[in-house]
């Protein structure tokens, strides 16, 4: 490997911190890279100019390699010619103008009505943990939060009375969700008769492992995992299902894209359309279930 691709890799790991992971991730990439330049009789990594690195991608898409690590590849080697050009190593960046991959569209993992509703009722409140497991259950099918915002959100941003939620979204962003029925029940439950018999100090988090502490993201995801056991329900359940459910079933109801938007916290209107994908999904088995003329298509 090129002396300026290991001070390259030096500089990652001594003044930007990565990881041992992504130095060899890096490392890896930097090695598939020069061997495919020398098999093409090209020069070395650092000396490459942005029509090998091009054929270079163009070579990686067509060999199967999934989009994604095309992605991270082409990152690996912007990341060493800005690193280059930086240091004065190389007075132009080859890899400047090149563009990654497009992701292929992949649509969210949706339950039907049916499941979601199996899922919550997973947890019956016959003890203190079911009855936090069912309000946390109900918050997350019932308003969409992400799951760090279930882990995350506070008493404070529970409104009973008037029968919403403020959680705070990526970029720090306020949002109100309307709660539900189910959802108002089951943590007027929870905030009134169990949570004061679960803290042991003070703490504005809403939820509470057994020992008083505030709920971590895993136990977030464990708690909707075990409801899919108890549940028997297969496949795999976490509580981004939960908030793709949420999403598909508005839009199964009649709610307009730019309503489901604003509930889910999203800055563009462009990541909430995915869900329109499913929506028609949706809509096809129900044409073709029921429909005289669209059976047997």
Known sequence: MDD????????????KGLSERTITAYTADLIQFQGWLSENDHCSVSRADTGQISEYINWLSSSGISASSVRRKLSTLRGLYRYMQSEGFREDDPATSLHPPRMPDRLPHAVSVEIASRLMEAWTGDTRLSVRNRALMELAYGTGLRE????????????????????IGKGSKERLVPLGGPAVRWLTEYIENVRPELIRRTT??????????????MTVWNIVRNAALLAGIEGRIHPHTLRHSFATHLLQGGADLRVVQELLGHADIRTTEIYTGVDRTYLKGVMDRCHPRAVGH
């Not at 300026?4 to 003044?15: N, Q």
């Not at 760090?148 to 959680?167: C, D, M, N, W, Y």
């Not at 504005?204 to 993201?217: E, I, K, W, Y």
Request: some cysteine; charged content about 20%.
């Open 204 to 217: 504005p988090a809403l939820f509470l492992t057994f020992r008083g502490n505030p709920m971590s993201r």
């Open 148 to 167: 760090s915002e279930l882990s995350g959100i506070t008493v404070a941003r529970i409104h009973l009375e008037e029968a919403f939620v403020r959680p």
């Open 4 to 15: 300026i691709c290991e001070a390259y890799l030096e500089f990652g790991a001594l003044e």
